[in-house]
């Protein structure tokens, strides 16, 4: 039936719309009080240091985040020493802060044993308060240093350092990308930031989304000519009812190294309330005008769309997707096209 043909391909107009694919760090002199120590036999270096989220494994309550810290440890001594993650506590206000595994393994420290003369660097994660005052421990052993007695080397960290708190900002770049991709694809606004956050021409991929969503009407199901007016000005209704109507919650879940997992969350407008009004017009329509042509047909349907698409309201449930990101450049944010997220239109528009 040319009227069903025709609805079907307008759903999926918005269905099958894939987006074309969005650092600072702190100053150890400032942030660290004594960014050296040495022992017997040990020299501790801390090196940079900065906020992060902390990975899914982390025990992280809302709020909080987690710590970096750099270090390099050499070892003067005539004999090999083990180091391990065990040696090092971070305290705040006298509260042993819980350490946590890195999204990429990699990155941890799970111990080592460093040859005489030679030198490695690792780096720690806790779960912290940002803000907060921290002193890092390194207990060094007796039996590592010969001593009669445990002896602690002590390193204070000022979290509230100005150029650390200022790591926390770039933890949310891969958030502002997101929110410019929304803005310009699915809102229809002109993010000014689009290219300093996403790394990607604002005009040219605008235009490639658009012949994407323009290019499901040219395939099998339809034969002759496009009302491609009446495409656009849908497009436009949709995009202005989903900024009005649909307000979303973008969240960083996580970042590892150049890969970043966002979370979408909206309630979207239920537009599978059209169909029955679109057909039923449409009937009427062929009825009354049996020689009307396939365009003829097409053009109402976009019509009727546009005209009761103003009236289509939002779920009353939330959906959320998750994205993936790919750094590109200097804190700039792209969506990852080798990741699955054709899922992106699921919070805006559901056609069910």
């Known amino acids: ?4 043909r025709f609805f079907i391909v307008a759903l999926l107009l918005v269905l099958a719309a ?4 969005c650092s600072n760090s702190g100053t150890v002199k400032e942030v660290v009080k004594g960014n050296e120590e040495n022992t017997k036999n040990v020299e501790i270096k801390l090196g940079n240091i900065e906020y992060q989220l902390p990975s899914e494994s982390a025990d992280a309550e809302e709020g909080q985040l987690g710590l970096k810290i750099d270090f390099s440890l050499k070892n003067k001594g005539k004999e090999s020493v083990s180091v391990s993650e065990s040696h090092f506590e971070l305290y705040s206000n006298d509260t042993k802060l819980e350490s946590y595994d890195p999204e990429d393994y990699k990155e941890g420290f799970s111990g080592t044993s460093v040859a005489a ?4 660097n690792g780096s720690l994660f806790y779960v912290v308060d940002k803000g907060s005052k921290f002193e890092l421990i390194y207990i060094v052993h007796p039996f590592i240093e010969g001593l009669q007695e445990e002896k602690t080397v002590k390193f204070e960290i000022d979290g509230s350092d ?3 708190l200022k790591t926390v900002e770039k933890l949310q770049y891969p958030s502002n990308s ?4 929304i803005d310009v694809f699915y809102y229809g606004k002109d993010n000014l930031n689009f290219e300093k956050w996403t790394g990607d021409n604002k005009e040219e991929n605008l235009k490639a989304f658009d012949e994407g969503l323009m290019k499901a009407l040219t395939g099998p199901s339809v034969l002759g000519e496009v009302d491609e007016a009446g495409l656009k000005n849908l497009i436009a209704v949709m995009r202005s009812a989903t900024h009005e109507k649909v307000p979303t919650k973008i969240v960083t879940k996580s970042i590892s190294k150049d890969t970043a997992i966002v979370e979408v969350t909206a309630k979207p407008l239920e537009a599978g309330v059209l169909k029955p009004v679109v057909e039923e017009k449409a009937q009427d329509f062929i009825t009354s005008n049996p020689n009307a042509s396939e365009l003829d047909v097409q053009k109402l349907a976009f019509k009727t769309m546009a005209d009761e698409f103003k009236n289509v309201q939002p779920s ?4 959320t997707i998750e994205l993936q990101l790919k750094k590109v450049g200097d804190d700039q ?5 080798d990741y699955k ?12």
């Open 341 to 352: 997220n054709e899922d992106f239109s699921k919070p805006f528009i559901n056609f069910e």
């Open 162 to 164: 100005e150029k650390l």
């Open 18 to 21: 894939a987006v074309s694919a």
């Open 117 to 120: 003369g030679k030198k490695i």
């Open 333 to 337: 944010w792209k969506m990852d096209n």
């Open 1 to 4: 039936m040319v009227l069903k």
């Open 316 to 319: 009353d449930e939330d959906v």
């Open 178 to 181: 997101v929110q410019a991709y």
